[in-house]
């Protein structure tokens, strides 16, 4: 009797501690149930093409233009030296001549010019070497450079007079000077190896006989 209404009338109170029962969802929920109101409603997406910041198009480096032109000067001298210049002698040892590779080496250097100057104008640029650990801000250190350019030129000098192993060992000697290196009895005994086996391996190996100056007959 206190759990069925009476005919006729309203349900009767239902004793305390007894739960209500749940609504149940209408033919609506099952069916899917209303829109989504606003606050349930999750944002759209945003479009890329509308937030995406556009960045300006890459400007080309005009200063790598003068690379491109060293380039094709450079091709376009070996293939006018080839074609002009260079004999046209053809033996059985060499039935090829001496013409085709440095024309193909020119002909490279001109194909090489073309894509640089290509990608040159598509905005490309070269990127920092980023293994190179070298402060741009400081000055140039003349006294090494200026010490190199002087072993260049002091073995130069003296190779057809005192010879290569002679004047080899000399510029060895003072590259490794010219560069911090302080170990000069060490420095010594590998430029005088250097200068021996450099000799001996354009000698036996290619045939190709440098200065011996004053060891002449010695070695």
Partial sequence: MTTRPDRGGDPPPRPPGVPAIPAQPGPEAAAGGPPPTAATEEPAAAD??????????????????????????????????????????????DPIGPKPVPILLGVLLLVIAVIYAVDVARGGAGEPEAGEDVDLSLPIDWRTVLLLVGAFLVNAVLIDRLGWVISGTILFWGSAYALGNRHYVRNLLIAVALSLITFYTFAIGLGVDLPAGVLQGIL
């Fill in 48 to 93: 890329p093409a509308v937030d995406a910041v556009t960045e300006p198009a890459p400007r080309p480096d005009r200063a790598q233009y003068g690379v491109v032109a060293v380039l094709a000067l450079v091709g376009g001298f070996v293939i006018f030296d080839a074609t002009t210049r260079v004999g046209s002698a053809i033996n059985t040892a």
